[in-house]
């Protein structure tokens, strides 16, 4: 019986959290403070008193889900994982679970992934969307298909679980595809309001600066494997962790590949650390005999 601990990405954020880990924890307050003296602001301010729409701010977002997750991770007594994954973002937390990163140096890739994220979206007028039953393969086939007969930048981004799949690319080309799958028999296809075109091509511009700050830093050998999105499989090479962390920014997050790698590997149980419940509910759609729980 081998247990994987997961970890969300962006979405997963809501006002006021972590207060209650600040309050009751010293520990806890202590890595608040680090974090806010790293990040040059207070972020903790942001996450217990902010509303919605300022925890939606990509920089702040993804520091605020990666605190939260570590902090919620390190209040776990004896967690030992068997192997560790993470939602796009959530994969940094993974990192920080099996060792690779120490809590500092990851804090400080995520808020240069943040801030170059959010500089790649003002760039250009981009968006995301989720389309809803249809196969996998057909989505892959209508995007490469507006990519052809527009120039439009349109692919599929996040593999979520069998019958959702969130494509990502320019306005326009997201819109046209949106409708042809609707043409196609999907349920629903539907824009999202996020802040740009996360995992595709258009996050090119950001690749650069995320190389340069991933290079910068030590990574150490990992305790245990970590499934990582691009290549859904297990990774302990810290060179190749590395590399597969950098192409994750354009690449598409294969979750349902991942939790199927996780399960064939022996994966009996997965406990989602951090904000939310986002990945229960998908890794049950993956596979309806998981055995899931949180800690948040």
């Known amino acids: 019986m081998k247990h994987a601990f997961v970890f969300p990405g962006q979405g997963s954020q809501f ?28 972020i903790s301010d942001v996450m217990f008193n902010g509303t919605e729409e300022d925890l939606k701010q ?23 994982p068997d192997m560790v994954a993470g939602h796009s973002l959530g994969e940094f937390s993974a990192l920080v679970a099996n060792g690779t990163l ?31 039953a249809l196969d996998d393969e057909k989505v892959e086939e209508i995007c490469k298909q507006v990519q052809a007969e527009t120039g439009e930048v349109v692919v ?26 609707k043409e196609a028999g999907a349920k629903r296809a539907l824009i999202l309001p996020v802040g740009g ?3 595709s091509p258009l996050m090119l511009p ?3 600066e995320l190389e340069a700050a991933i290079n910068s830093i030590s990574f150490h050998q990992p305790t ?14 810290k060179e190749e962790i590395k590399h597969n962390l950098i192409d994750q920014l354009t690449g598409a ?7 199927q790698a996780m399960i064939a590997n022996g994966a009996s149980k997965f406990t989602e650390v951090g904000p939310g419940k986002v990945l229960q509910g998908l890794i049950v759609k993956i596979d309806k005999k998981a055995v899931t729980e949180g800690v948040n």
């Open 58 to 80: 990509t920089n702040v977002t993804q520091p605020a889900v990666f605190l939260h997750s570590i902090i919620a991770f390190r209040s776990i007594d004896n967690a030992r």
């Open 206 to 208: 950001a690749k650069a």
């Open 224 to 237: 245990c494997a970590v499934y990582q999105n691009v290549v859904a499989k297990a990774v302990i090479d």
């Open 102 to 132: 120490s809590f500092d140096d990851a804090l400080k890739l995520v808020a240069v992934r943040a801030k170059a994220m959010q500089k790649a979206c003002e760039l250009q007028p981009s968006t995301m969307a989720a389309v809803l």
């Open 197 to 199: 075109a996360f995992h």
């Open 15 to 42: 006002p006021g959290m972590g207060k209650d880990h600040y309050e009751k924890s010293a520990f806890a307050k202590k890595l608040f403070e680090q974090a806010n003296e790293v990040l040059g602001f207070r």
């Open 253 to 259: 997050v294969r979750w349902t590949q991942s939790v």
């Open 156 to 181: 599929p981004a996040n593999y979520n679980c069998p019958g959702q799949l969130v494509i990502s690319g320019s306005v326009k080309g997201v819109e046209i595809a949106c409708e042809k799958m």
